[in-house]
């Protein structure tokens, strides 16, 4: 067959696929929310897994292989995947609710205050410099603790983070009283080692989930690494109350400017602490919301190692757009505000600041079948902004990072190539059998 049959023969199963199949899929996907603001009943919001589920099925088999961002034949264990990461969305989506009016009202207020402060201090033309160097953390409290066989120590401090005194969400930040403690868990050798600090995502901060999912076993005992994993703000012991220990990013803009920023403070105060025990190499690794945060420190941390961004998010403007509910997208205020987020975000986004590590030395690695944090759009766009350095497409979706030996294989390849631990085997850059990413047309 011709290419030319080969491209009507698919426009045409496209045409089909998109009338029969995914239409419906959306109409299903609308009438199962409409039900969950009627009824109240959370299987309602759980079943806007299937049909996701399936459109993604019928996307992937459409796409073909030679796409910018390498899609895969759709297969059950990707497909599973994939499912997975809806069935993460749909609870996710429990928690929230369409803020009343004059909730929308208020927050509007603050960021219309807070963007004219931002723009008085110039933070708007340099992000960078809305980044204050914090003070060198010197004594925090370490308490042994153990999981399983696992030994480690609990470190706290006093964060001492505080908003600029005319910054509208000043009092509101500061009165989460949990949040103002900084925790983080610690796995050090006797002798000095290398340091990989590991930032975890949306939904984490306990011990069980970090150590469990950034494989610390593997990373300390066997690679001989000390590892630290910071707490990020209103998240695990710090959440003060927020459900399902998420507090940022959210609907309160300002909140996520905070909760990034608070996020740099701590980790660049627990690494002075690292750099003061010895003239050790400093690593960053980070997974999803810390891949983001991972991504702002590459921009404003000097001498690190290297910094490996894992299914980073890096647009939350975009990100909450993208899955926000029918009945949020239909509130009169619901347009400005996504457009009010894009530009009061930007003092705290990794791409409005030029990365200082060196090109050689940063790492990104994305699913792509992630349902999560669009590869295409998210993950693309940090790649293109750190100058297209290493990147490593696994066939799997965002909760699959964790199944996937290429993941493991490129994580431990680039602690090596940065001197963190011994040799291993080559980088790669390419799911076996998809094609390899070319350059975008454009860095937007």
Not at 149 to 161: I, V
Request: charged residues 20%; glycine residues 10%; hydrophobic residues 45%.
């Amino acid at each position: 067959m011709r290419g030319s049959e080969v491209n009507a023969t698919m426009a045409g199963a496209s045409g089909w696929l998109g009338r029969r199949v995914l239409a419906p899929l959306r109409r299903a996907t609308s009438g199962m929310r409409r039900a969950r603001v009627a009824t109240g009943m959370w299987w309602a919001e759980a079943l806007l897994a299937v049909p996701g589920f399936a459109a993604f099925v019928g996307q992937a088999w459409l796409a073909g292989p030679a796409r910018e961002v390498p899609v895969p034949r759709s297969n059950l264990a990707l497909a599973a995947q994939a499912a997975l990461d809806e069935i993460v969305l749909g609870l996710a989506k429990l928690g929230r609710r369409p803020q009343p009016p004059e909730v929308f009202a208020r927050i509007e207020d603050e960021v219309a205050g807070a963007l004219a402060l931002y723009e008085r201090e110039a933070w708007l033309d340099d992000p960078g410099s809305f980044f204050a160097p914090p003070p060198p953390l010197t004594a925090p409290r370490l308490v042994p603790a153990r999981l399983g066989s696992l030994t480690y120590e609990r470190c706290t401090f006093t964060s001492g983070y505080e908003p600029h005194p005319e910054d509208p969400a000043r009092e509101r930040w500061l009165g989460y009283e949990a949040n103002r403690t900084a925790h983080a868990w610690v796995l050090r050798h006797e002798e000095p080692r290398p340091w990989l600090v590991c930032l975890h995502g949306a939904g984490m901060g306990q011990p069980f989930a970090d150590l469990r999912g950034f494989r610390a076993a593997r990373l300390h005992r066997e690679l001989g690494l000390n590892l630290a994993f910071p707490v990020m703000p209103l998240h695990g012991p710090r959440r003060d109350g927020f459900p399902f220990g998420v507090g940022f990013p959210s609907d309160e803009l300002l909140d996520t400017v905070h909760g990034v920023a608070q996020a740099v403070w701590d980790t660049r105060r627990l690494i002075s602490w690292i750099r003061s025990q010895g003239d050790v190499a400093v690593g960053l690794k980070g997974l999803s919301l810390g891949g983001y945060t991972t991504a702002v420190l590459a921009g404003v941390e000097d001498d690190l190692a290297c910094v490996i961004a894992g299914i980073p998010a890096v647009d939350f403007a975009a990100l909450f757009e993208r899955h926000a509910p029918a009945r949020f997208r239909r509130l009169p205020r619901y347009a400005a505000l996504s457009e009010m987020a894009r530009q009061v975000h930007r003092v705290v986004s990794p791409l409005a600041l030029p990365a200082r590590v060196p090109y050689e030395r940063r790492y990104i690695y994305a699913g792509v079948a992630d349902r999560l944090v669009d590869p295409r759009e998210q993950v693309r766009a940090l790649w293109t902004h750190w100058e297209r350095p290493r990147i490593a497409w696994f066939a799997g979706s965002h909760v699959g990072f964790f199944w996937s030996q290429r993941v493991r294989t490129f994580v431990e390849d680039a602690l090596a190539e940065s001197g963190l631990v011994g040799k291993a085997g080559p980088l790669g850059t390419l799911v076996p059998g998809l094609p390899a990413l070319p350059a975008p047309v454009s860095a937007q």
